[in-house]
């Protein structure tokens, strides 16, 4: 069974830099072909990939935010970090975590963790 | 790369709800389906264009060609009442991931 959950602060002011963690179980970030990705929805609207960090250590980025985030991807600690510098008020969303293997949608979430920027 | 969706499909129980996903020769690339019912995470609903995860009821069905891939729902049901969105993998530029705006179905 493949369980993910996302954990980090509920509150971040602006400018700061907002840390969420993936903690995942039941899959294997060194197996071929698994991606675990960071995909964001701010409230009321359409969901917005991030980043994904696949098996074989490549990592991509959303380009309209590529310059504001880092993903890594611990699989000794079966995590996968997501780092975004200089938050504003429009960063405000649920963050969600999300495994694919090859590509095949993501077919494993976790429970997604509201993040509100504000001062 | 843009993918389009209806903001909105309405469909009376028991009919056949279509969803459509436009994009630009969108039926050369695998298209995901997800459903997400208020306060919960998206679920996959149809990848790979037409085919079903596990425990998605058949009456799910997705197709794709052309500029438009399709989620069809039939007998639809007051639980279908959703957003649903649909996904690509490697857009032709730079995302790797890119998702529709989503269309909410109201089931009256």
Known sequence: QITLKESGPT????????????????????????????????????????????????????????????????????????????????????????????????????????????? | YVLTQPPSVSVAPGQTARITCGGDNIGSKSVHWYKQRPGQAPMLVVYDDSDRPSGIPDRFSGSNSGNTATLTINRAEAGDEADYYCQIWGSGGDHDVLFGGGTKVTVL
Not at chain 1, 46 to 61: M, V
Not at chain 1, 91 to 116: E, K, P
């Open chain 1, 11 to 119: 509150l971040v002011k602006p400018t700061q830099t907002l840390t969420l963690t993936c903690t995942f179980s039941g899959l294997s970030l060194s197996a071929s072909g698994v991606g675990v990705a960071w995909i964001r929805q701010p409230p009321g609207k359409a969901l917005e990939w991030l980043a994904i960090s696949y098996w074989n250590d490549d990592n991509r980025y959303n380009p309209s935010l590529k310059n504001r985030l880092t993903i890594t991807g611990d699989a000794s600690k079966n995590q996968v970090v997501l780092t975004m510098t200089n938050v504003d008020r429009g960063d405000t969303a649920t963050y969600f975590c999300a495994h694919s293997q090859w590509q095949r949608g993501f077919d494993y979430w976790g429970q997604g963790t509201l993040v509100t920027v504000s001062s």
